[in-house]
């Protein structure tokens, strides 16, 4: 049983950056690869990155090199430190957790996923 928070969302201006924390119930974090997808209205909910058990981290093309998705498994959080923010991040982003070994495909498929969090909001206005 994996229970996820999501916070750190809010309304910000182009360029700048906000940091989104996932904070995970449950005493076998370590366990979990932990992902983060958005979603914006009456659109797809779409894969943003991925970290692993390990640490091997994954990004859409659409966010690499202004995202960072990190873990913290004493504190059982999940980060995305999210720079140079574009109008098109606007979104609701979502935390989800993983259980077992990452498939040879990667972390971006949503439905691989077990556990989701409800989400926090994201706006960036021009």
């Known amino acids: 049983q994996v229970q996820l928070v999501e916070s750190g969302g809010g309304l910000v201006q182009a360029g700048a950056s906000l940091r989104l924390s996932c904070a995970a119930s449950g005493r076998t974090f370590g366990s979990y690869a932990m992902g983060w997808f958005r979603q914006a209205p009456e659109k797809e909910r779409e894969f943003v990155a991925a970290?692993?058990?390990?640490?091997?981290?994954y990004y859409a093309d659409s966010v690499k090199g202004r995202f960072t998705i990190s873990r913290d498994n004493a504190k059982n959080t999940a980060i995305l430190q999210m720079n140079s923010l574009k109008p098109e991040d606007t979104a609701i982003y979502y935390c989800?957790?993983?259980?077992?070994?990452?498939?040879?495909?990667?972390?971006?498929?949503?439905?691989?996923?077990?556990?989701w969090g409800q989400g926090t909001q994201v706006t960036v206005s021009s």
């Open positions: 970290i692993s058990r390990t640490g091997s981290t």
């Open positions: 989800a957790a993983r259980r077992g070994i990452s498939p040879a495909y990667g972390l971006g498929i949503k439905s691989d996923y077990d556990y």
